[in-house]
């Protein structure tokens, strides 16, 4: 079993005891989330030694569980393999993301942290309230500016899951800006109404 945050179960489910889905690299793995009253303890039980061994999940590793379907309980997972990513010692996080931090502008902006799914699928997640708060139609037309170059892109919103994607040309934009597994893009909306993402890139290899 695993331990998790207790505020996150109390948010998210109401019973003791439900049923979820994990997924991880296109398999759907069945478990199930506990809630203890009495301890004040939430866990994934039954089904984490399957998502074990089907991940190859190793000591060091980090695990970020995205819950993209709340109607009939589904995570997404990602995967920080520590083989891969250099850890800042004192806080537990990715070097690269404790830069990206840093970034500060006048403009809107949201952050990614690319994983191995990222790579993998023709679309990226990012922040349901910066799609609402700028961008009006369901599926607009971006573009996304890296080092002068310009890649066109189409944004996806699903409102009955509250999710928003980066998609049509989010894989010719990986391949152009050479992506890796452990980088932070900082997504900078530099101009708005002709809908330009400036991205800043930190590299996991420094």
Not at 6 to 25: G, L, M, N
Not at 152 to 177: D, E, M, V
Not at 181 to 197: H, N, Q, T, W, Y
């Amino acid at each position: 079993m695993q331990n998790f945050q207790v505020s996150f179960y109390k948010k998210h489910f109401k019973d003791d005891e439900q049923d979820i889905q994990i997924r991880f690299e296109r398999e759907l793995l069945p478990a199930k989330v506990c809630y203890h009253q009495h301890n004040s303890l939430a866990i994934i039980s039954a089904g984490w030694r399957l998502f074990a061994l089907t991940s190859k999940l190793q000591p060091g590793d980090v695990t970020v569980f995205e819950l993209i379907n709340r109607e009939d309980p589904l995570f997404d997972v990602h995967i920080y393999r520590a083989h891969e990513q250099a850890l800042e010692p004192r806080t537990g996080e990715f070097r690269p993301q404790i830069e990206a931090q840093k970034f500060s502008s006048e403009n809107p902006f949201f952050m990614v942290k690319i994983m191995h799914d990222n790579l993998l699928r023709s679309r990226t997640s990012i922040p349901n309230a910066f799609f609402t708060k700028y961008f009006k139609k369901k599926e607009p037309n971006v573009k996304i500016q890296f080092e002068n170059k310009l890649w066109p892109a189409k944004l996806l919103y699903y409102p009955s899951l509250s999710n928003a994607y980066i998609s049509s040309g989010w894989q010719h934009f990986i391949l152009a800006s050479n992506l890796k597994a452990g980088d932070v893009c900082v997504f900078e909306l530099i101009k708005v109404e002709e809908r330009v993402l400036d991205v800043h890139i930190y590299r996991a290899d420094g």
